[in-house]
């Protein structure tokens, strides 16, 4: 019998325990660790889902220079002489490594040391710049030293749980089963803030939809209630803080009324919350990206400590501001001190520190002042200035705020290696090298999730063709640039026992991060390895990082909110979908997890779309100063007036529309360098195709070159095949041509309607069916021909082509639990029909809801809903 393999999840900093037991030819089934502390055996859709993403397709698996096949030997002396022939003659700036939170933190370790000790530039950078920066800054401004006090514990503990800019419910499910838990067992209150009404809204006991960026106000205006309510712990103050002179005076002037009106909520509505928060000492306060994306950032996170610190509810069960992690690795990266700010091993750039640091490494010349932050990295290559680019593990053709400018400084930049499990993103089709680097269920080595725990990642199949693991890599580039002996590393274990050791190097206790237990691990014990929490409950003395252990209160005051701009009058938010990863490379894999949502939505206030004149299902382009995309319009009651929102996932290897990237501005925190990706001025308006359509096909259709004829066209997995979205001007014909594959044809049209209707066989088998109308008039359901893909007895051509079977069946609707495949519709009926009042209820009658819980607020919205419609 195959024993199962302990592993943990590839997505998000929940960090979630896996047990992984192999099924043959790359085959895995995949449940949940009930041992490990993050999840206790819960996973969610995207966890449940992995082992539909773990295939060979679209994989790299040979390195390549030029486009052309290459060994590994020919690749790592390529790429170590490039890079070392730019720093000869332009100096150590003149490189730079673009990193990433996916990578393991042994991986981080070697990029980090061999960039900043070694080529001596702190160029290296990392997508947490974009994602966890402001929260890091902030930590830094308040503790001296970049730690998250709170653990998962602390949510179950906790009496009031706070969600700041956090849609939990889709980005960190896990975690929202947890709050449910604590609510349901202790009766713990939720309170989410957020200017959208998100699926984590379900069933909070408030919701504040704040104006976007008014978060300081909001938090100045707590302080001040608790100061006036007499619930600031005082002798915490006088014993632990540093208050800056004046600082009482910004928060003294926060009375709720005002508050409440730069907010934009209503008072009484606030008052509920202040009052709620000044009552409720257990109160965790969770925060991510609707605080960090922000051009105020890292006021944001400091206004949020602010609270917890003069209240005293830090370092005590149940009591913590907690900045939750977006990437698996996220706190590794910071660990390992892998951003451009940082040194290494939560020291910075004091003589003392770049001294130390030095030394531990034996290193010939070493950083001695920070390196470009990511968006000012990717403006010097555009300049010209750094000439060479390693890019791993990240996809910043896609995901960097104007990504169109990041598109051009890539291919201006003289050389540039991309290292990805993936043979085709966006960012590799700039690379002069492409290396193949190992993916999850190859990868050997740990990980560090939002509580500090540090899990293995243990591989489950062997490197498929030439893959290899991003530390050896790294090693073997660095040994070719003449570094044999500082990166003498054989396995993952030699290069954690090195990371360990630099953490404790003369730490005598000014560092809270701190592996001293790991120093002497065998290999097998680090093979072994159980996950463990480093740190402890921070802050549980009082005593800070900061030179005199006091932890800081800073000052900060809502800056001046955005004005509403004559040419750019909305504000473009954007975020994630429940059941994607970021760019798709691999989530955009399974069908089971692109049924959620098959297309990229912009989300509308119904104002807002009866003021532009868009329906539901309509197209729109959203337009910004840094470009423009099209997406298919979803009118949404828990959207703010004069916002839209929209998706980051969609790329150009899957769509010519809802290319999110290209719109966001590249406007950073003064503090952080975080870009403020959750509000760039945008317009939004109407697009009127003649035509529009929808194709399933078996084979993946249609190269994205093709899909540019269109106006707007999307393609995704859909059960064994694929399905494409898309709309058009002019003649169609052309078009239709160049999608249909080979095969038998049978077709019905009508050119003079502008109907076409066409399927392809082989044999008996569907090939790809298209389905194109005017404009606006109705196209058959999806589902039933998704179906026809893969059924084994032929439906009759008249069926096919009417695009549903002879004896009619119900319509699902759009796919909400994916476990069990059950729709919208059926959902909305059933709960209906037998009058269901709760979740679990659903369950029962529908098996809905109980195996990933994924779905389960959205089937509560849906409860709601129903309730609504009879009672009212
Ligand atoms: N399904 C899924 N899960 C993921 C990921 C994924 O790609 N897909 N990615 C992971 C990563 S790397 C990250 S960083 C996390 C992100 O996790 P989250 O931060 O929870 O997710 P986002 O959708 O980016 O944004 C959170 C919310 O911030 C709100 N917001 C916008 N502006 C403001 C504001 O001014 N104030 C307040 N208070 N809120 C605002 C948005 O409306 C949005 O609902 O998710 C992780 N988990
Ligand atoms: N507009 C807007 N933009 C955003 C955000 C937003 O909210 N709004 N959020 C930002 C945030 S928080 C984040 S974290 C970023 C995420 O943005 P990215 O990091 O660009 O997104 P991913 O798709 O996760 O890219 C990871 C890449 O690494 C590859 N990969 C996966 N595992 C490995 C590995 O082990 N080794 C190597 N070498 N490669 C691997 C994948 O195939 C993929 O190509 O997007 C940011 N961009
Ligand atoms: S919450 Fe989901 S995506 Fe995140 S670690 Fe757990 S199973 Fe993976
Ligand atoms: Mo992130």
């Known amino acids: 019998m195959v024993t199962a393999i302990k592993t943990t999840c590839a997505y998000c900093g929940v960090g979630c325990g896996i047990l992984a037991t192999p099924t043959g030819d790359r085959g895995v089934t995949i449940a949940g660790d009930p041992d490990h502390p993050a999840n206790a055996g819960r996973l969610c859709s995207k966890g449940t889902h992995l082992g539909d993403t773990v295939g ?28 070392a022939d730019t720093i000869a003659r332009y100096g150590p700036d003149s490189v730079a490594f673009y990193v990433s939170g996916q990578l393991l933190t042994e991986d981080y370790y070697v990029a980090n040391k061999l960039m900043k000790g070694f080529i001596g530039s702190a160029n290296i950078d990392t997508n947490s710049r974009l994602c966890m920066s402001s929260a890091v800054a902030g930590h830094l401004r308040a503790f001296g030293e970049d730690v998250v006090p709170a653990s998962y514990d602390d949510l179950d503990d906790a009496d009031l749980i706070v969600l700041v800019g956090a849609n939990s419910a889709w980005c960190h499910p896990i975690v929202h089963q947890r709050i449910q838990a604590a609510r349901a067992a202790r009766g713990s209150r939720l309170v989410v803030i957020d200017p959208r009404r998100t699926e984590t809204c379900e069933g909070a006991d408030l919701h504040l939809p704040l104006r976007p960026g008014a978060d300081v106000a909001l938090m100045n205006g707590l302080l001040a209630y608790c100061r006036a309510e007499g619930i600031c712990d005082e002798q915490y103050i006088a014993q632990h803080l540093n208050v800056p002179e004046g600082f009482w005076d910004i928060i003294d002037a926060c009375d709720l009324w005002s508050t409440a009106r730069t907010c934009d909520v209503p008072p009484a509505d606030l008052r509920r919350f202040y009052e ?43 009591a913590a501001p907690f900045s939750i992690t977006g990437q698996p690795n996220a706190m590794g990266g910071r660990e390992v001190g892998g951003l451009a700010s940082t040194l290494a091993a939560h020291m910075d750039f004091a003589p003392d520190t770049i001294a130390r640091v030095q030394r531990f490494w034996s290193a010939p010349r070493i950083a001695e002042k920070p390196g470009l932050k990511a968006v000012d990295l990717f403006r010097r290559i555009g300049e010209g200035k750094v000439k060479a ?23 201006a930049c003289p050389f540039v290696v991309v290292s990805d499990c993936i043979a085709d993103t966006d960012t590799s089709a700039f690379a002069h090298v ?9 990868k050997d080595g740990t990980v560090t999730n939002s509580e500090r725990v540090i899990s293995r990642q243990r591989p489950i199949f062997a490197m498929p063709g030439e893959a290899r693991a991003d530390w050896w890599i790294v090693t073997q580039v660095a040994r070719a640039m003449g570094w044999r002996n500082a990166f003498a590393f054989e396995r993952p274990a030699d290069v954690w026992r090195e990371h360990a050791r630099l953490s404790t190097y003369q730490n005598g206790g000014t560092r809270l991060f701190d592996l001293r237990a790991q120093v002497a691990l065998s290999n097998a014990d680090y093979d072994a390895m159980a996950p463990f929490r480093w740190g402890g409950r921070p802050f549980a003395d009082g005593l800070y990082s900061t030179p005199d252990g006091r932890a800081r209160l800073l000052p900060v005051a809502q800056a001046p909110l955005q004005p509403v701009l004559a040419d750019w009058p909305m504000t473009l938010n954007t975020g994630r979908y429940r059941d994607q990863w970021h760019t798709m490379t691999r989530t955009g894999l ?48 828990g959207q703010r007036c004069g916002e839209a929102f929209a998706p980051i996932h969609w790329t ?36 009127a195709p003649a035509w529009h359509g929808f194709m399933v096909a078996a084979e993946e259709p249609a ?18 095949g694929w399905l494409v979205e898309f709309a058009g001007d002019g003649d169609p014909q052309a078009f239709l041509a160049a999608m249909l594959p080979a095969g038998s044809r049978i077709e019905a049209s009508d050119a003079k309607r502008g109907r076409h209707r066409v399927a392809v066989l082989d044999g008996d088998r569907l090939k790809a069916a298209i389905m194109v109308a005017p404009a606006g008039s109705p196209l058959p359901t999806r589902d039933w021909l998704v179906a ?20 009619p069946q119900a319509d699902r609707g759009p796919i909400v639990c994916v476990c069990f495949d059950v729709g919208l519709k059926t959902l909305i009926a059933t709960i209906a029909e037998q009058r269901l009042a709760s979740v679990e209820a659903v369950g029962a009658a529908l098996s809905a809801g109980t195996n990933c819980g994924s779905c389960r607020p959205a089937i509560s919205k849906l409860i709601g809903e129903s309730q609504e419609a009879v009672n009212g």
């Open 56 to 83: 060979l397709e679209g994989r790299l698996l040979h390195p390549e220079i030029a486009g052309r096949r290459t060994s590994w030997d020919r690749a790592i002396a390529h790429v170590a002489r490039r890079f």
């Open 276 to 318: 709620l928060f000044a009552r409720t000492p257990r109160t965790v306060t969770m925060f991510s990206q609707g605080i960090n994306q922000s051009l105020r950032g890292t006021d944001q996170v400091n206004a949020i400590l602010n609270v917890h610190l003069a209240t005293g509810r830090i370092g005590k069960p149940g």
């Open 389 to 411: 680019l390693w890019v791993m593990a990240t996809n910043p053709a896609v995901s960097m705020p104007d990504a169109g400018r990041v598109r051009e400084a890539l291919a």
């Open 434 to 442: 492409k290396l193949p680097a190992a993916g999850w269920g190859e």
């Open 590 to 637: 399974s069908s089971r997890l692109s049924v959620h949502r098959q297309e990229p939505l912009v989300e509308l206030h119904p104002e807002d779309a009866l003021a532009l004149g868009l329906a539901e299902g309509a197209l729109a382009r959203i337009a910004t100063p840094q470009g423009a995309s099209v997406y298919r319009v979803h009118i949404e009651p």
């Open 652 to 687: 150009d290897r899957q769509s010519t529309g809802g290319r999110t990237g290209l719109l966001s501005r590249p406007l950073v925190d003064p503090h952080s360098g975080q870009p403020g990706f959750k509000a760039t001025p945008a317009r939004v308006e109407a697009v």
């Open 703 to 720: 190269r994205p070159e093709i899909l540019n004829a269109a106006l707007y066209a999307t393609r995704i997995r859909a059960g064994a």
């Open 788 to 807: 026809q893909l893969a059924a084994a007895e032929p439906e009759s051509a008249m069926a096919l082509l009417a695009g549903r079977p002879a004896t």
